[in-house]
């Protein structure tokens, strides 16, 4: 039995999932780069394999039932148990997303990865991480996911553009946090989700102004959590965000 804590980053061959990956390796830990793309998988294994990390590839399309059953297998046999879920893996659907305007597909597909992948992901990972002594889940979520800064309501400005797939994309896995922190209350389980903010990836065209080492650090926080830290709630650097 590997005595490392194991961990598995979906969509971790770029952006803020390789550096959340890059971040958990550099704690000593063995690191599942799950991503859908073989030669960007492989490519991030090696890369993260030169700075010192221990990192193996999993194949891994968070859409596909089969995919991500194949990927549980892969961690069975790699170390027989899993530590910490990070579900980062997210599409943002293209814009612009205007609510009169948007096409259906559109909405299908975002929630379809944002959400109902995490859902698959978490539920075929469970009894891996059941199996750990302190097991964390992470979803990596967004500000613009909270209906308080997207209505621009107790103080808070107004964030992020109209992006009626995105956006509530992101409210919805808020949701869905939540709902697996109450079923999963009484256990050792602790789920939470974590906003990156504003960091340029290409999901928003490289926009953003914060660097995806920045980003992955509130994951890397809540996957290091203690045993009696919080589970169900909605995290930034700097603290709880509203929902």
Not at 86 to 114: F, H, I, K, Y
Not at 221 to 240: H, K, R, S, Y
Request: aromatic share 4%; proline share 5%.
């Amino acid at each position: 039995m590997n005595v490392r804590t194991i961990a598995l980053v979906t969509g971790a061959n770029k952006g803020i999932g390789y550096e959340i990956a890059a971040g958990l390796g550099a704690l000593g830990w063995s690191v599942g780069v799950g991503a859908r793309d073989d030669r960007r998988r492989e490519a991030a294994v090696e890369k993260l394999r030169a700075t010192g990390v221990d990192a193996f590839g999993v194949a891994l399309d968070v859409t596909d039932d089969a995919s991500v059953t194949t990927a549980a297998q892969v961690i069975e046999e790699q170390a027989g148990r899993l530590d910490v879920l990070v579900n980062n893996a997210a599409v943002a659907g293209g814009m612009p997303q205007e609510p009169t305007s948007v096409d259906l597909a559109t909405v299908r597909t975002v929630v379809e990865t944002n959400v109902l992948g995490v859902i698959r992901v978490t539920n075929t990972m469970l009894p891996l991480l059941r199996r750990s002594a302190s097991p964390r889940i992470v979803n990596m979520s967004s500000s613009v996911g909270s209906l308080t800064r997207q209505s621009g309501t107790a103080g808070e400005p107004t964030t992020g553009p109209v992006a009626v797939a995105y956006a509530p994309s992101k409210t919805f896995l808020n949701a869905v946090t939540v709902q697996y922190a109450r079923e999963l209350s009484g256990t050792n389980i602790l789920i939470n989700a974590g906003c990156p903010g504003y960091v340029a990836t290409d999901l928003n065209g490289f926009r953003g102004v914060r660097t995806p080492e920045q980003g992955a650090a509130i994951a890397i926080t809540l996957a290091t959590l203690p045993d009696d830290g919080p589970t169900g709630q909605f995290f930034e650097d700097a603290g709880v965000v509203p929902w």
